[in-house]
């Protein structure tokens, strides 16, 4: 499959890695539609670039934003799930101060779960029915997982949700080869977002240095990957760690 023929969805495509995915694809021929919460950043998205407001973690927005990107692009047949969102944080932690216990709360697991985990299982599934509804051909979709899927101190809730979404991307590809559609992910390493812009340089000079190729990734490294997915037919199920070989 060529970029220039798919017409396909770009969650939390307004900023960030997002963006940036939805410009590569755009800029290579394909139709492509956006959605995100952040209005603002999605008027500033180059013009043709198919946009409406889209909350994964609300059913009825998915159903219509799935609806709305058929509707405007004439046709569905890729998806790009990466709309994400961290409320880091130890599940339990004592106060060195005052010895107070600290519990992670329940709304900020649930937060991330709902985001990560139930709006993209939500967005697949809408996608899927409207594919396997209008019989479009070639069917592709890329999961953004994480290498914190392995497991990662303080993010109990994203590995929750990132370890689930890996483990179901061979679920899908199983179950929806038989329409013809193909599921990949790829799981992120530390890349150079506005988030880690605003990192303690300290900090971020200590994770750099464990990272064998010498720095974090850019959003280009993580749309290498996806591109890979979206055009290679013979890849399903699997999903692929970009990283610089840190692991964890």
């Known amino acids: 499959m060529q970029l220039k023929d798919l017409k396909i969805i770009v969650t939390g495509g307004a900023q960030g890695m997002g963006a940036h995915f939805a410009k590569q694809l755009f800029a290579a021929g394909a139709k ?11 008027a500033e998205l180059p013009k043709g670039i198919f946009t409406k407001k889209l909350d994964v973690s609300k059913e009825e927005d998915c159903i219509a ?8 692009m004439g046709g569905l047949n890729g998806l790009v799930n990466n709309a994400g969102i961290l409320r880091d944080g130890l599940l339990v932690k004592k106060d060195k101060t005052t010895g107070q216990v600290v519990k992670m709360s329940l709304e900020n697991f649930n937060a991330v779960i709902n985001v ?6 939500l967005m697949v ?3 899927v029915a409207k594919m396997v ?8 979709i890329v999961n953004m997982s994480s290498i914190a899927r392995h497991g990662n101190r303080g ?4 590995v929750s949700a990132k370890a689930a979404l890996a483990a ?9 080869a038989q329409f013809g559609i193909r599921v990949g992910a790829v799981a992120p390493g530390m890349i150079e ?28 490294d993580i749309f290498q990957a996806v591109k890979f997915i979206l055009e290679c037919d013979y890849f399903t199920g699997r999903c692929i760690d970009v990283d610089g070989g840190v692991g964890f």
């Open 193 to 220: 977002t506005p988030m880690t812009k605003g990192m303690n340089q300290k900090a971020l000079d200590s994770f750099i240095a464990n990272i064998p190729v010498g720095r974090i990734g850019q959003p280009e």
């Open 155 to 158: 993010q109990s809730n994203y």
């Open 32 to 42: 492509v539609a956006v959605g995100d919460v952040n209005e603002a950043a999605l």
């Open 65 to 72: 934003f799935v609806a709305f990107a058929a509707d405007s």
């Open 116 to 121: 990560n985990l139930v709006g993209a299982t």
């Open 133 to 140: 509804e209008t019989e479009q051909r070639p069917g592709v």
């Open 125 to 127: 599934r809408e996608v």
């Open 168 to 176: 179901n991307t061979l679920t899908w590809a199983r179950e929806f």
